[in-house]
């Protein structure tokens, strides 16, 4: 998909035809709230660069990101009057990234849960719960601790 293509590098007109009005921007990042949603404050962080994938965020949007997702989720948590603001980015949609953040009240429309199936809690001896699936069962901790010695080498080499 090229520049011209994309529908969030139209900005008028997508936040027209996504239902949504733009409420802040700076030089690199501009915030919509949804007028379509469950969810009261329901808002989407985009770069104004075509930037596809959270993986490919780089220059002065990698470096402004921190600061532009703290002021906007702490703007939506106030306005919405939520205790936490869920963040989702997917990526397997429109390949211009966003964020979605949902400001979240308990017992609204969002979901919790990070995996798909029946959750099944476990209390661990620290106190704390973790949740799994009944229908996805943990991989083998084999499998776990390879893939995390592979991020662990990918980090130091792109510590450079
Ligand atoms: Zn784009």
């Known amino acids: 998909m ?4 994309c529908p969030m590098c139209r900005a008028g007109s997508a936040d027209e035809e996504l239902e949504r009005v733009e409420v802040w921007q700076d030089a690199h990042w501009r915030l919509t709230v949804s007028l379509s949603s469950e969810v009261a404050g329901f808002a989407y962080l985009e770069p104004k660069r075509h930037i596809r ?3 490919e ?5 990698a470096a402004s990101f921190g600061p532009a997702l703290a002021r906007s989720t702490t703007a939506l948590k106030d306005a919405a009057g939520a205790e936490v ?6 990526g397997d949609g429109v390949p211009h990234l966003h964020l979605h953040l949902a400001p979240h ?6 979901s919790d849960q990070m995996i798909r199936g ?9 106190g704390m719960t973790r949740f799994a699936s009944s229908d996805f069962p943990a ?4 499998e776990l601790i390879q893939i995390a010695e592979r991020v662990r080498d990918g980090m130091s080499a792109s510590a450079e």
């Open 2 to 5: 090229t520049t011209s293509e």
């Open 53 to 55: 994938y959270i993986t």
């Open 57 to 61: 965020l780089d220059g002065p949007e």
């Open 85 to 90: 603001v869920y963040v989702y980015i997917f």
């Open 105 to 110: 009240r308990p017992g609204d429309a969002l």
């Open 118 to 126: 029946e959750l099944v809690e476990e209390k661990l001896p620290n």
């Open 139 to 142: 991989l083998p901790r084999d």
